[in-house]
């Protein structure tokens, strides 16, 4: 089943059993579905368009609680973290510090990085790699970490 199909599904699911929240995120989503077809100029997308589009969403609402909790709101930014949690079912499951080290590693490895210079090429290749499952923010401090120790040698 594709990520489209199970977000149809999955909408339809929460319209029979009258689950508002649910479906006004799922509806929102298909909407920005569409959005990306038209922007594409195809007539189906991929699951990595798909996936592209639920990343934006969820760094959204990320964002916009972030900004609500700071303005008092804590309302709104309970009701985005609720949204944020129901977006975040359609992610991959993230890679565990392990897995994204040793992406990390190979990336080093094959670009024959040595220094924070090389840091933008790393990312890079790790964030292409990890194809979504890993937090930039996360990938980030690893690489400064290792590459800052490749640079102390």
Same mark, same amino acid.
């Given at each position: 089943?594709?990520?489209?199909?199970?977000?149809?599904?999955?909408?339809?699911?929460?319209?029979?059993?009258?689950?508002?929240?649910?479906?006004?995120?799922?509806?929102?989503?298909?909407?920005?579905?569409?959005?990306?077809?038209?922007?594409?100029?195809?007539?189906? =997308?991929? $699951? &990595?368009?798909?996936?592209?589009?639920?990343?934006?969403? %969820? *760094?959204?609402? /990320?964002?916009? +609680? !972030?900004?609500?909790?700071?303005?008092?709101?804590?309302?709104?930014?309970?009701?985005?973290?609720?949204?944020?949690?129901?977006?975040?079912?359609?992610?991959?499951?993230? =890679?565990? $510090? &392990?897995?994204?080290?040793?992406?990390?590693?190979?990336? %080093? *490895?094959?670009? /024959?990085?040595? +220094? !924070?210079?090389?840091?933008?090429?790393?990312?890079?290749?790790?964030?292409?790699?990890?194809?979504?499952?890993?937090?930039?923010?996360?990938?980030?401090?690893?690489?400064?970490?290792?590459?800052?120790?490749?640079?102390?040698?």
């Amino acid at each position: 089943m594709s990520q489209i199909q199970r977000i149809e599904e999955d909408f339809r699911r929460a319209l029979k059993a009258g689950d508002r929240e649910t479906v006004s995120v799922l509806r929102m989503l298909k909407s920005a579905l569409i959005n990306k077809k038209i922007e594409k100029k195809r007539e189906e =997308l991929t $699951d &990595n368009d798909v996936f592209e589009v639920i990343l934006h969403e %969820v *760094k959204m609402r /990320k964002e916009a +609680s !972030l900004e609500y909790a700071k303005g008092g709101r804590d309302d709104k930014a309970t009701e985005e973290r609720k949204e944020l949690e129901i977006l975040e079912n359609y992610l991959p499951k993230p =890679l565990r $510090d &392990n897995e994204l080290q040793g992406l990390v590693d190979k990336a %080093v *490895k094959e670009l /024959k990085a040595q +220094s !924070l210079k090389d840091m933008g090429k790393v990312m890079k290749q790790v964030l292409g790699n990890a194809k979504g499952r890993a937090d930039g923010k996360r990938t980030s401090e690893m690489v400064r970490k290792i590459l800052g120790k490749a640079e102390s040698n």
